[in-house]
């Protein structure tokens, strides 16, 4: 998320895409801009992300 902000340059909007309040993306922000966060190795940095199969979307779709 932070890195679309930067990309996109505009704060606002990125949070409205999300649902979140611009104060939880500046502080966000603020923090990763700390020195503790800069020197910690990329590989800790990774969030896992779930892809939902083929399946379970059906199922999503299906289910009333």
Same mark, same amino acid.
């Given at each position: 998320?932070?890195?679309?902000?930067?990309?996109?340059?505009?704060?606002?909007?990125?949070?409205?895409?999300?649902?979140?309040? *611009?104060?939880?993306?500046?502080?966000?922000?603020?923090?990763?801009?700390?020195?503790?966060?800069?020197?910690?190795? *990329?590989?800790?940095?990774?969030?896992?992300?779930?892809?939902?199969?083929?399946?379970?979307?059906?199922?999503?779709?299906?289910? *009333?």
């Amino acid at each position: 998320m932070l890195q679309e902000v930067h990309e996109v340059g505009n704060a606002a909007q990125v949070t409205r895409r999300h649902g979140l309040t *611009p104060k939880m993306v500046y502080n966000r922000m603020k923090r990763s801009n700390h020195h503790d966060w800069q020197t910690t190795s *990329p590989k800790a940095k990774k969030v896992a992300s779930y892809l939902v199969s083929s399946a379970e979307f059906k199922d999503l779709e299906t289910t *009333p």
